[in-house]
């Protein structure tokens, strides 16, 4: 897809996430907005999936270590075509398989469930590690917040990674400065961020999260890197392409009211307008 078409996309798929959190008065639509970008590109450009075969063998896996930003993945799986655009709107409804994490029982084209924070990333390397004791030819990803990463966990788990060597994992830090509490520098701060991941012998690569030109170098970079796992630190805004929510920590797990969903869909629709017209 061209960058155009990636921009059209990430558009849809912001959408999808403030509907969806708007449905159920709750949910958590910053960071799954501030993702929105990486989670287009990894699913229209990077990630070998097949909607019509969501467990076939050879897939490159995915691991949403940041659970919490469900709604981010679950809009982009729809458009993808893993399960209705329309089923958005369930989301975390009683009875419906689109609950408040995801849920690889239930949710085509979910690989891991999570949301507990730090838990996602050991797994993603677990999928790594079989990956080199099979051979095997597919990569694994995780999403981790920048938050998140302040569990001792992550840091275990990229140690493992580093020290065996797993070029076959590459993790990306939605790097958007804010956790439910404030800023990250300011509850428990976590930078530097690339040199930690260096420390561990990651290949580190830092990038503007919604630049999809550094996004697509970025993970080419990543698949040419032989002998060591690959960090992308994706700096990304809070909140992106929604007016009111941009940079505002409040905006972490708290749904639009109603005035504030058209709002937020006037400011989609207007940027949708202006990428037509390019």
């Known amino acids: 897809m061209t960058n155009q078409e990636l921009q059209k996309q990430a558009n ?29 590109y990894l699913y229209f450009e990077e990630l070998n999936v097949d909607p019509a075969n969501p467990k076939k063998a050879d ?46 029982k239930h949710i085509p084209g979910v690989d891991m469930s999570s949301g507990s924070l730090g838990q996602g990333f050991s797994t993603a390397v677990g999928m790594a590690l079989a990956g080199q004791i ?28 580093g020290f065996h060597k797993m070029d076959n994992l590459v993790c990306i830090v939605d790097n958007n400065n804010l956790q439910i509490d404030g800023c990250i520098d300011d509850v428990c701060s976590p930078y530097p961020i690339d040199k930690k ?47 009111f929510m941009e940079n505002q920590a409040g905006w972490h797990g708290k749904a639009p009211n109603d005035e504030e969903y058209k709002i937020a869909m006037d400011d989609l629709e207007k940027e949708a307008a202006a990428l037509c017209q390019k």
Not at 24 to 39: E, M, N, Q, T
Not at 134 to 155: C, F, K, M, T
Not at 216 to 243: L, W
Request: glycine residues 10%.
């Open 12 to 40: 849809t798929i912001r959408k999808g996430i403030v509907t969806a959190v708007h449905s159920v008065k709750s949910g958590h639509p910053g960071g799954s907005l501030s993702a929105a970008d990486i989670f287009t």
């Open 59 to 104: 897939r490159d896996r995915f691991v949403l270590s940041k659970g919490h930003v469900a709604p981010g993945l679950y809009s982009t799986l729809a458009h993808k075509g893993f399960f209705p655009v329309e089923d958005l709107t369930t989301l975390r409804h009683v009875g419906s398989y689109l609950q408040g994490h995801p849920d690889m």
């Open 134 to 161: 099979d051979q095997a030819d597919y990569r694994v990803y995780a999403l981790l917040g920048d938050g998140e990463i302040q569990e001792g966990q992550i840091w275990e788990a990229a140690m493992f990674a």
């Open 197 to 243: 991941f260096e420390a561990f012998n990651f290949h580190v690569i830092n990038i503007n999260g919604h630049d999809f030109d550094e996004i697509r170098a970025a993970f080419k970079e990543a698949k040419e890197t032989k002998g060591c796992p690959t960090a992308i630190i994706a700096h990304t805004i809070k909140g992106k392409g929604v007016s």
